[in-house]
């Protein structure tokens, strides 16, 4: 038997990925037992990142200022578009340090299941930073999914006619593995192995 406080704690505890209601359970308790050294202190971090955070107007990255670090950095080779489905992909791109363009985050996939059109990504966004006369190349480095290769295909239509020369990642992405999951060794091989579509 548990308060409502400890209850709540766990239900919101259990919607983050990897954790279900047990290890939610598990979790909290760890909290409890806890306060000072880690309630407290994440409870902090929390508030103070939910009022911190914000997305690029550009990239679509999360980062404290926006535009975000990456974009506002001029040492990064802007004619290079890296286009990724979220924010976990650019960040595991970055662990690597392999690439120094600039990205793009989609916020997801198409998926006519789900009732994901173009629309609802930031494709639009991709088209019109892509018809900069600076850009030379967009990378899709969608995940290899059936939804990743579909909107990877869809992406590329929409931009035959931006003047770019459009790459994929190299195969060594294994067919329905996710670039958050891969490891540096191989996200690296990936980039630098890349082809034109």
């Not at 404290?64 to 990064?76: M, S």
């Amino acid at each position: 038997m548990s308060t409502p406080e400890i209850e709540r704690l766990v239900d919101l505890l259990a919607k983050l990925p990897g954790l279900g209601p047990r290890s939610a359970r598990r979790a909290t308790l760890h909290l409890i037992k806890r306060p000072g050294q880690l309630m407290q202190p994440l409870a902090e971090a929390i508030a103070s990142a939910a009022s911190a955070i914000r997305t690029c107007t550009s990239c679509g990255n999360v980062d404290t200022v926006d535009p975000c670090r990456i974009c506002a950095d001029y040492e990064r080779d802007r004619g290079v578009i890296c286009v990724i489905e979220g924010v976990a992909d650019l960040w595991a791109l970055e662990r690597t340090a392999s690439f120094g363009g600039i990205y793009h985050v989609l916020g997801g996939t198409l998926s006519a299941l789900d009732g994901v059109g173009p629309e609802d990504l930031h494709i639009g966004r991709l088209v019109d930073r892509a018809s900069s006369p600076e850009v030379k190349e967009v990378i899709l480095a969608t995940n290899a999914t059936v939804a990743g290769q579909t909107t990877a295909h869809y992406i590329t239509e929409r931009l035959a006619d931006a003047g770019v020369m459009i790459s994929r990642l190299a195969h060594g992405v294994p067919v329905g593995g996710e670039l958050d999951y891969l490891d540096d060794g191989t996200l690296t091989a990936a980039i630098k192995s890349r082809r034109e579509v």
